[in-house]
């Protein structure tokens, strides 16, 4: 996914980007959003681009869908497996222990976020500053 964007703060080798928000970008949570049509995602400047600039920003979509998977997928999974348990029970035991297993799951990922943060892999990256409709990089 490729979008182009505006730089509106540097904070030492932090750059925060607008953009507008694409249809993809609906569902997904990873950007900060600044209004209904609009995004903001803080990256590492690589490109030295200074407030103001129009810069071309990327996260592949690998990336995307790999974040998707651990974020839905695995809670889903482990809800499964603790209401398969709790059916060694009852059926309310069976829902308790679902519902009970995917928070603890998203719990677990929400204490993980740094881990990921560290990732490069799903942090977006910076293509190139756009001057006159032009990519610099």
Sequence with gaps: MEAIGEV???DGKTATVKFRRMPMCKSCKACLS???DELVVELENTLDAKVGDRVAIVLHTKSIVKASLIMYGI???IMLLGMGFGSLINEIASAIIGVA???LSYLGLH???PVFASKQEFNPKMLAIIVNDEFQE
């Design 8 to 10: 509106i703060s540097i």
């Design 34 to 36: 600044f209004s209904p």
């Design 75 to 77: 809670p889903l999974i």
């Design 101 to 103: 297993a995917a928070l």
């Design 111 to 113: 204490l993980l976020e």
